[in-house]
């Protein structure tokens, strides 16, 4: 990586800061990491809170440089974003996540839900219902199978766009979670506007409980808020037996986190699925 930066340099203008010239030479690289498969896909389990059974799946990019080994989607989804790469790399996604889900069910694994990101930008960039419709016709995987994920900020630009294109992709059978939810700028109004069915709850608020009475304050009011919407409430970053205890009392619907299990390459998370159906 070092020699490609430095024999990178010469074609920037001097005046150019350190951080824009890695920003481009993290977009060259993406670029051509897209087109030569490096990158692939772990999965973190999502899992009944009542009954601990494996319901889900989201998948979480990953890039697999030869040099600099495996390269964490903070380092690169910013700047795929800011450059457009995030275009092609978010139809990989889908893609790749759709494809992957089809297989396991054609292995006769337990069946279960593919969840995908999607960023704002791609919104802008893509109309996302004709790019989940083209992943799931390419796949053969049913659109009941497939929920995407967006940031309360996804719905804050160009609402009434916004709508529109979610009440397709609703139409087509595929689930809208909220991601991140509790965070950013949000809006309880967007809960009533948009065609929403999942509120995936911000793992900063787990990380407390229950040594923080606010953080469970919170945690318990946005589930009972969610529930009462008629939405399935899902909590990220579940880590300890005693959060899980939390959201069980509460009656929280699913639950992420590393109790359960670290998001995993898709060989492996098969195996924990399969763990599961023979348990
Ligand atoms: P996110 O969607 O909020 O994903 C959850 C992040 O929390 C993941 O980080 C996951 O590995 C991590 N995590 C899961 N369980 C735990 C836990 O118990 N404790 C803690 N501390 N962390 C946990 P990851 O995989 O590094 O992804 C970071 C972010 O990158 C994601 O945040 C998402 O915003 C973005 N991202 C990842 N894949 C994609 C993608 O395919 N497309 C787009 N647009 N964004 C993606
Ligand atoms: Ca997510
Ligand atoms: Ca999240
Ligand atoms: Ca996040």
Not at 100 to 110: E, K
Not at 234 to 249: K, S
Request: proline share 5%.
């Amino acid at each position: 990586a070092k020699a490609r930066g430095r024999s990178a340099h010469c074609f920037f203008d001097e005046s150019m800061t350190q951080a824009a010239r890695e920003r481009l030479e993290i977009e060259a690289r993406l670029r051509t990491a897209l087109a030569q498969g490096h990158l692939l896909l772990h999965y973190q389990p999502q899992v009944d809170v009542a009954t601990g059974r494996i319901e889900g799946a989201e998948a979480l990019v990953r890039w697999q440089d030869p040099e600099e080994g495996l390269i964490s989607p903070a380092r690169f989804i910013p700047v795929a974003e800011a450059s457009g790469v995030i275009g092609p790399l978010g139809r990989w996604v889908m893609h790749e996540a759709c494809r992957q889900g089809q297989q396991w069910r054609a292995a006769g694994l337990p069946a279960i839900r593919l969840a995908v990101n999607v960023s704002p930008r791609q919104f802008q960039l893509d109309d996302m219902a004709a790019c989940a419709a083209q992943a799931l016709a390419a796949s053969g995987l049913p659109a009941g199978c497939l929920e995407l994920e967006l940031t309360e900020s996804a719905l804050a630009e160009r609402p009434e766009e916004m709508r529109q294109v979610l009440q397709r992709l609703q139409a087509l059978g595929v689930r809208i979670a909220v991601d991140d939810f509790g965070t950013g700028y949000s809006s309880l109004a967007h809960l009533k506007r948009f065609p929403i069915d999942v509120l995936k709850i911000d793992q900063g608020f787990m990380r407390d409980i229950p040594a923080s009475a606010d953080d469970m304050a919170i945690g318990a009011t946005i589930i009972a808020m969610g529930h009462s919407l008629g939405l399935t409430v899902l909590a990220e970053g579940v880590e300890t037996p005693e959060q899980l205890t939390f959201l069980r009392e509460r009656g929280c619907d699913s639950y992420q986190g590393y109790l359960c299990s670290r998001p995993l390459p898709a060989e492996q998370f098969a195996q924990l699925l399969q763990t599961q159906q023979s348990a």
